[in-house]
């Protein structure tokens, strides 16, 4: 997956992939019917900036109840470090069958964290 030729420099699959439309697809599946708040379900949510670390994550405080959550509260993707990108590209790739190691080289990883990954969203 990845291109190279003698006239263009090697480009990753991940510099071909936009961040704020995986933060897009990752709020409509996680919310179909509008964000709510995982404390109380109440959809009394207003935006309440963004995470210091992943400015297109949203931050969001419910109006109902006063939880304070982002958009990957209450998902295997809290308090994970890897972009939401290398998540959105790693599920594709795995739904390709791609070895863990096929994986891990496509998208310039550990062939040890990529492995760690593969089993965390399967688990799901």
Request: hydrophobic fraction near 35%; charge should be positive; glycine fraction near 4%.
């Amino acid at each position: 997956m990845t291109t190279k030729s003698s006239t263009n420099p090697e480009i990753g699959i991940l510099e071909l992939i936009d961040p704020a439309k995986c933060y897009e697809f990752f709020r409509e599946k996680k919310w179909p019917c509008g964000i709510c708040c995982p404390k109380c379900t109440s959809n009394r949510v207003k935006k309440n900036g963004h995470k210091r670390n992943a400015p297109l994550c949203r931050n969001y405080k419910c109006n109902n109840c006063g939880c304070r959550f982002n958009d990957f509260t209450g998902t295997i993707l809290a308090r994970k470090h890897h972009p939401i990108r290398v998540w959105i590209v790693m599920l594709y790739l795995m739904g390709l069958n791609l070895s863990n190691r096929q994986i891990a080289a496509e998208l310039d990883l550990n062939p040890d964290v990529a492995h760690r990954m593969t089993i965390l969203l399967r688990s799901e």
